[in-house]
């Protein structure tokens, strides 16, 4: 099990970026495939990025294609979402997630481990 605290949400106007940062806690970490995932009101979380353990292979929704990079420094137990060109539709809270496979890593049930989540507004 890891402990993950999420940093870097805010407000930006559309078009802008904004840097996240997933900070974890144990060893473990380092194995793990980790991913961010979002959630606005009134609608499911929705996958939005992962990432394999060595940061090798890199994964993306649909709706953030082109506009997001996920990353992750393991010598700093982190992960990082840079999002770019942001529109109005990006707003939601974002959570980082982590789980020791690749199995099912799209989906939000799969995960045990969560952070508690940042507010990411683009206003429009």
């Known amino acids: 099990q890891v402990q993950l605290v999420e940093s870097g949400g805010g407000l930006v106007q559309t078009g802008g970026s904004l840097r996240l940062s997933c900070a974890a806690s144990?060893?473990?970490?380092?194995?793990?495939?980790t991913a961010w995932f979002r959630q606005a009101p009134g609608k499911e979380r929705e996958f939005v990025a992962g990432?394999?353990?060595?940061?090798?292979?890199?994964y993306y929704g649909d709706s953030v294609k082109g506009r997001f990079t996920i990353s992750r420094d393991n010598a700093k137990n982190a992960v990082y979402l840079q999002m770019n060109g942001l529109k109005p539709e990006d707003t939601a809270v974002y959570y980082c997630?982590?789980?020791?496979?690749?199995?099912?890593?799209?989906?939000?049930?799969?995960?045990?481990?969560w952070g508690q989540g940042t507010q990411v507004t683009v206003s429009s």
């Open positions: 997630a982590a789980r020791n496979d690749l199995n099912g890593f799209r989906l939000a049930s799969q995960y045990k481990d």
């Open positions: 144990g060893r473990r970490f380092r194995t793990y495939v």
């Open positions: 990432i394999n353990w060595n940061g090798g292979s890199t």
